[in-house]
């Protein structure tokens, strides 16, 4: 069983910057395609980032991409965002998940193909 563990959310102004981690088990980041997704109240959890296991592609929402940063650590399991020139709209709460996709060479960027999830990690941007 893959168990995720995100830390790193917080309450920043905008502009500001915020490093989320996943510590996943033993092998998963090495061995599964990575992903975060967030959601805001009353929306859908939405496609945030991605990076392949196999290979470091990296997929980003339009919305975030050039200010965030998604990046693993095989050696400690750990998969990170970093988020940087945040904006109110970026409020949410992020989740960390994993693929179990034997390629790995392109993460998905679809929420149903992910196959375990985080319990999430609220980021709150003001204005």
């Known amino acids: 069983q893959v168990q995720l563990v995100e830390s790193g959310g917080g309450l920043v102004q905008a502009g500001g910057s915020l490093r989320l981690s996943c510590a996943a088990s033993a092998r998963t980041v090495s061995s599964y395609n990575m992903g975060w997704f967030r959601q805001a109240p009353g929306k859908e959890r939405e496609f945030v980032a991605a990076i392949a296991w196999r290979v470091r592609t990296t997929y980003y929402a339009d919305s975030v991409k050039g200010r965030f940063t998604i990046s693993r650590d095989n050696p400690k399991n750990t998969v990170y965002l970093q988020m940087n020139s945040l904006k109110p709209e970026d409020t949410a709460v992020y989740y960390c998940?994993?693929?179990?996709?034997?390629?790995?060479?392109?993460?998905?960027?679809?929420?149903?193909?992910?196959?375990?999830w985080g319990q999430g990690t609220q980021v709150t941007v003001s204005s």
């Open positions: 998940a994993a693929d179990d996709d034997s390629s790995g060479w392109a993460p998905t960027t679809r929420r149903d193909e992910y196959d375990y």
